[in-house]
């Protein structure tokens, strides 16, 4: 069976989900002047606040973003192809409880960009939380699950990617909550938590464009 135009739409939306998150947080950190935009130090969030100040009691660090209309933009584009490539696959990358359940749970960390796109920081604290927890929760859980998926789909076909994102989320996660730069700062380790999710989905969306027959799926139950 070949791949049909809504597969295909919806890898061309995994393929370009990455990209538009990293030339939004590029451009937006870019444009900021003083001080200038750390990599190391600075979180994702505060690419998005809309004020200028000192913010985060835990780290506290002076947080003046003026391109955070671009960032936000740019976030909720992310979710808005995430969840596309997510829901234009749905059937194609397999069937079962396990694949199912990792859809799921990686759907739900779209909603978690949204969140914290429609509320930065420094506007609702409470649901921009709420959205990296489901970003960083609920989207690395779901990569985790999808590790589990049966040989017989292209999940499983594809697990070797999916274990070592999920396995790179995980690590990042950890660290980034426990506030442990290891080397590359807190803001880049929370990187290392975020971005293995839209990658991962590039990866795919780019595998399931030059390879759109999927493996054979037993009847639906």
Same mark, same amino acid.
């Given at each position: 069976?070949?791949?049909? !135009?809504?597969? !295909?739409?919806?890898? @061309?939306?995994?393929?370009?989900?990455?990209?538009?998150?990293?030339?939004?947080?590029?451009?937006?950190?870019?444009?900021?002047?003083?001080?200038?935009?750390?990599?190391?130090?600075?979180?994702?969030?505060?690419?998005?606040? /809309?004020?200028?100040?000192?913010?985060?009691?835990? !780290?506290?660090?002076?947080?003046?973003?003026?391109?955070?209309?671009?960032?936000?933009?740019?976030?909720?584009?992310? &979710?808005?192809?995430?969840?596309?490539?997510?829901?234009?696959?749905?059937?194609?990358?397999?069937?079962?409880?396990?694949?199912?359940?990792?859809?799921?749970?990686?759907?739900?960390?779209?909603?978690?960009?949204?969140?914290?796109?429609?509320?930065?920081?420094?506007?609702?604290?409470?649901?921009?939380?709420?959205?990296?927890?489901?970003?960083?929760?609920?989207?690395?859980?779901?990569?985790?699950?999808? /590790?589990?998926? $049966?040989?017989?789909?292209? @999940?499983?076909?594809? !697990?070797?990617?999916?274990? &070592?994102?999920?396995?790179?989320?995980?690590?990042?996660?950890?660290?980034?909550?426990?506030?442990?730069?290891?080397?590359?700062?807190?803001?880049?380790?929370?990187? /290392?938590?975020?971005?293995?999710?839209?990658?991962?989905?590039?990866?795919?969306? /780019?595998? @399931?464009?030059?390879?759109?027959?999927?493996?054979?799926?037993?009847?639906? $139950?």
């Amino acid at each position: 069976m070949n791949l049909s !135009r809504t597969g !295909r739409v919806g890898a @061309l939306c995994w393929v370009a989900a990455a990209p538009v998150f990293l030339v939004a947080n590029l451009i937006t950190g870019v444009r900021w002047q003083h001080p200038t935009y750390s990599w190391a130090t600075n979180n994702i969030s505060d690419l998005g606040n /809309v004020g200028c100040g000192v913010w985060d009691t835990t !780290r506290p660090r002076y947080v003046c973003s003026p391109w955070y209309p671009l960032m936000n933009a740019g976030m909720l584009a992310t &979710a808005v192809l995430l969840a596309a490539g997510l829901l234009l696959t749905w059937r194609i990358v397999g069937r079962g409880g396990v694949v199912r359940s990792a859809q799921t749970l990686l759907l739900l960390a779209t909603t978690g960009y949204v969140l914290a796109a429609l509320y930065p920081a420094d506007v609702d604290e409470n649901l921009h939380v709420l959205g990296a927890f489901l970003i960083m929760g609920a989207g690395n859980v779901g990569l985790l699950v999808a /590790v589990l998926a $049966p040989n017989s789909t292209l @999940l499983g076909r594809w !697990r070797r990617l999916t274990l &070592a994102a999920g396995l790179t989320a995980l690590v990042g996660t950890v660290l980034f909550i426990a506030q442990h730069g290891v080397g590359i700062g807190v803001g880049g380790m929370e990187r /290392v938590a975020v971005l293995p999710f839209p990658l991962w989905a590039c990866c795919l969306g /780019v595998l @399931l464009a030059e390879n759109p027959t999927p493996a054979t799926q037993p009847p639906a $139950p």
